[in-house]
Each structure stands twice: as C-alpha cells, then as structure tokens.
C-alpha cells in the first residue's frame, strides 16, 4: 500500500514537473499573461480536463511557476553567498549581485514573470511570500553581519532618510537586525538599484547605449556597496 502511494506520489511529481517545464516555454512565446492551461495541456498530449487535476486554475500555474522561480534565484543567491568568506561583505555582496545578474540572463521570461509588469487579474496569495525573500534574506543578513562587525562606514555625502520612513526601517530591520536607519536607507537604495540595472539590462533599455554592460554592471555594484558603507574592493 504504501509503496504503490508512493509509486503514485512519484508519478504525479513528474507530471506536475512536465507542466511547469512546459508552461516556462509557453513563457517565452505567450508571456504570463498568455499562458493557458490548454495549451500546455494539448503540448503534453493530455485532454484538458486532467491537467485540472494537478492546477485546477491558471493562476495555480502561474503560482507554481513564481515559487519555483524565486526559489531558484534565492538559492543561486545563497550558494553565492556561500562560496566566500563570512567576513569578507564586499566579496559577498558582489558575488550575490552578479548571481541575481546572471540567472536574470539565463532565464530572462521567468525573471520577467518575477519582477516584470503585474499579470492582469493575477493576484499572489501568501505562500509566494517566503520563497521571494530568500534573495534579500541573503542581502540583509550580510548587512546586518557587516555592522556587529563594525566593518560599515557609510560615506557623509548622503543625507539623512526622513523621519516619515522610521516605520518602514522598522520593517525592512526584520532582515538586518540593530542596523541604523540610515543604513536601512542606504541598503534599500542599493538592493533596488542592483534590480534596476539588472531589469535595464534584460528589458532592452540598455540597448544601443551601452555595449561593456558587465563592466558597467561591476562598477555600479561596486559603487553601490560603497553607498551601503561596505569597502570599495573584496578583502
């Protein structure tokens, strides 16, 4: 009995893996938006009514799909993270840059499904949460690191953050505990700033502008690590 369920459980793994694979390939050609459980249903060979049993919706898919990418960017973030010395926060901040850059291009419309225009009428539920903060669990989590160490020295050149935004760093602090406010401040600048150049790059803005773009890539998170406080060059 229980080796036939598991049997069973083993099957419906597959399938369920079959279907996102080949709604990531319905991605790329219909975007989000397009994607029709009919559609991946007619590619596996399957009626349309038994792919419902394993999405019974479109945006159960479209579910599936966002967990399985913010997971995938999370762990590449933390398998870079991991690959350097805990007290070298130069070192990680950049390799975790350059992971999120390079999974973007390695998988640009799940990136696109990830941090692109919003799926009209697609609303996320509650267990997309966790797997989309790996990423910047890893981020805070070198921050918060790099201040106990007292290894921050943001430069002066910057003004303080508004005393309005004090309830917001309350909030972001939960992923870098005991860290100022304008230290918060300056990591949300610089957290934003490395997935805006990475969207620049992936959505064309870049194009016929800059051609060195990961030169131009390293620069900025370097600059970027230096507005956080953190040294301008790995140790």
């Known amino acids: 009995m229980n080796a036939s ?24 050609t219909d975007g989000a938006g397009g994607l029709s459980l009919r559609a991946v249903a007619r590619d596996m060979g399957m009626v349309s009514s038994a ?22 960017i999370g762990q590449a973030v933390e398998d870079a993270d991991a690959a350097w010395a805990e007290d070298d926060f130069t070192g990680r901040w950049l390799a975790v840059c350059h992971a999120v850059r390079n ?30 903060t790996r990423d910047t669990a890893v981020f805070g989590r070198i921050v918060s690191q790099a201040h106990r160490a007292g290894r921050l020295s943001p430069p002066g050149i910057f ?48 194009n016929n502008v800059i051609t060195h773009r990961a030169e131009l890539f390293e620069h900025n998170m370097i600059c970027l690590a230096v507005l956080i406080g953190l040294p301008s060059a790995p140790a």
Not at 9 to 27: K, P
Not at 51 to 72: E, K, M, Q, V
Not at 110 to 128: I, K, M, N, R
């Open 159 to 206: 003004p303080d953050p508004p005393g309005v935004l004090s309830a917001d760093a309350e909030m972001v602090r939960q992923i870098m505990p005991d860290v100022p406010d304008d230290v918060v401040a300056r990591s949300v600048a610089a957290w934003t700033g490395l997935y805006g150049m990475v969207s620049f790059e992936l959505f064309g803005q870049f």
């Open 103 to 132: 999974w973007a291009l390695e998988h640009p419309h799940e990136y696109a499904l990830l941090y692109g225009s919003p799926v009209p009428g697609y609303q996320a539920p509650a267990d997309t949460i966790e797997p989309a």
């Open 5 to 28: 369920r598991t049997a069973r459980e083993r099957v419906r793994a597959e399938l369920i893996r079959e279907i996102t694979d080949i709604a990531r390939r319905h991605l790329a």
């Open 51 to 72: 792919i419902y049993r394993y999405f019974p919706s479109r945006d159960d898919l479209l579910t599936a799909l966002i967990i399985d990418g913010y997971n995938a």
